[in-house]
């Protein structure tokens, strides 16, 4: 922290806050989002505010929950949702927060099968690795009914989008968190130690142990589900990769599954996603 100009004299809690604000612009930087040179502190934040939201996007995405795909517009503040891949017709539109680059989705519309009960916030986020960057949705329940405020209830995961070039993101090596896993709908903790990676149940009763290790090259392992007390593993061996990921707010890591061996879906298909909800620790891996 005392390498941080300013901060010597600043509360502890209020230091914490500014370096993870201070991350957050790194991260925007090195995703191409924001530029690397004009202000700085929480002017070049604020900036980044207002830069973030998209005037227009249009893209398909793979919804982690439902299983399906849906195709995402936006144009200004408009945001258009429409089913993609299947026979179904109906369509959502919400109006865009800028700022918070977030909408309050109302799915319970003419034609959409088993709507969510209530409104849900749809909140853009950019995630990427080395190799990738794609923009997701990440879906909560402001009123509390389906989860608890803030909780991510949904994913939905863009299908293609690759750099031209690869970007300076460190692979972690002192990681520990727990993350909601979209598809299974509980919990997970996984811990990175070096290249070795656990990942254990959290939250509930379940007692197993997965263990693998990291290629710190492609930030990505391959995981196996089959050991003592797992219940329904997947058939095959799944790849595990490692994703930075940001919104105009905040910032946090996730791991997005998908099957080489093809046999569940596409090569490179998400077919899950666990998006960290607290961290347990974190070696600082930006600054390294």
């Not at 503040?77 to 429409?82: F, R």
């Not at 070039?165 to 002192?174: E, F, I, Q, R, Y």
């Not at 050991?227 to 890591?253: D, M, Q």
Request: with cysteine.
């Amino acid at each position: 922290l005392k390498q941080i100009p300013g901060l010597e004299q600043r509360s502890y809690q209020h230091c914490l806050r500014e370096v993870d604000m201070k991350l957050q612009i790194v991260l925007l930087v090195i995703a191409g989002l924001l530029p690397a040179i004009g202000a700085e502190g929480s002017e070049l934040h604020e900036a980044s505010k207002k830069t973030f939201c998209p005037d227009k996007l249009q893209a398909v995405y793979a919804d982690m929950h439902d299983g399906d795909k849906k195709e995402v517009t936006i144009s200004g503040d408009s945001l258009t949702i429409k089913p993609s891949g299947n026979d179904e017709q109906w369509v959502v539109n919400a109006k865009l927060d800028l700022e918070s680059c977030s909408a309050n989705v109302d799915f319970n519309v003419p034609g959409k099968p088993n709507p969510p009960p209530v409104p849900l916030t749809a909140t853009l986020w950019y995630s990427f690795s080395e190799a990738v960057k794609k923009t997701e949705f990440e879906f909560t329940d402001p009123s509390g009914k389906i989860a608890a405020k803030g909780f991510p209830v949904n994913n939905w995961v863009e299908l293609k989008n690759d750099f031209d070039k690869k970007l300076p993101v460190p692979c972690p090596t002192s990681l520990k968190a727990v993350y909601a896993d979209i598809h299974d709908g509980d919990r997970k903790e996984l811990t990175i130690s070096g290249t070795a990676l656990t990942i254990k149940p959290s939250g509930n009763k379940q007692s197993w142990e997965v263990k693998a290790q990291v290629d710190s090259k492609s930030c990505s392992a391959t995981i196996d589900f089959h050991v003592p007390g797992k219940p329904n593993p997947p058939p095959v061996s799944l790849r595990l990769a490692f994703f930075y990921t940001v919104s105009a707010e905040t910032k946090k890591t996730e791991f997005e599954f998908t099957d080489p061996s093809g046999k569940l879906a596409a090569a490179g298909f998400p077919l899950n996603h666990w998006l960290e909800i607290s961290k347990v620790s974190e070696q600082s891996i930006i600054y390294s």
